[in-house]
């Protein structure tokens, strides 16, 4: 079972940034994120990939294109995600998860963090 731990939330103004981290129990092809407002239905924000044969792709969700960037540090690892010029509406708890493949990422990946609070006031 692998162990996912989360650190950086807190409460910021909007247009500052924070920097969330995960650190994982063991190595993972799959790295992400997901966020839940209040609310609402968990959304995906991003995702990373990376293996010994393979560079690191990362997707992101739409309305964090070109705020948020997500990047791994295999030799720890562990999965940052970098969000800049944060809004309001990023606001929620935002959840690491990771799998060991992309089939089982896409049908909802198997292992997951506690979340951490981000809340952005306007």
């Known amino acids: 079972q692998v162990q996912l731990v989360e650190s950086g939330g807190g409460l910021v103004q909007a247009g500052d940034s924070l920097r969330l981290s995960c650190a994982a129990s063991?190595?993972?092809?799959?790295m992400g994120w997901f966020r839940q407002a209040s609310g609402k239905e968990r959304e995906f924000v991003s995702r990373?990939?990376?293996?010994?044969?393979?560079?690191?792709?990362?997707y992101y969700a739409d309305p964090v294109k070109g705020r948020f960037t997500i990047s791994r540090n295999n030799a720890k690892n562990t999965v940052y995600l970098q969000m800049n010029n944060l809004k309001p509406e990023d606001t929620a708890v935002y959840y690491c998860?990771?799998?060991?493949?992309?089939?089982?990422?896409?049908?909802?990946?198997?292992?997951w963090g506690q979340g951490t609070q981000v809340t952005v006031s306007s």
């Open positions: 998860a990771a799998d060991l493949s992309t089939t089982g990422w896409d049908t909802g990946p198997k292992f």
């Open positions: 063991e190595y993972t092809f799959i």
């Open positions: 990373i990939t990376w293996s010994r044969w393979s560079s690191g792709f990362s």
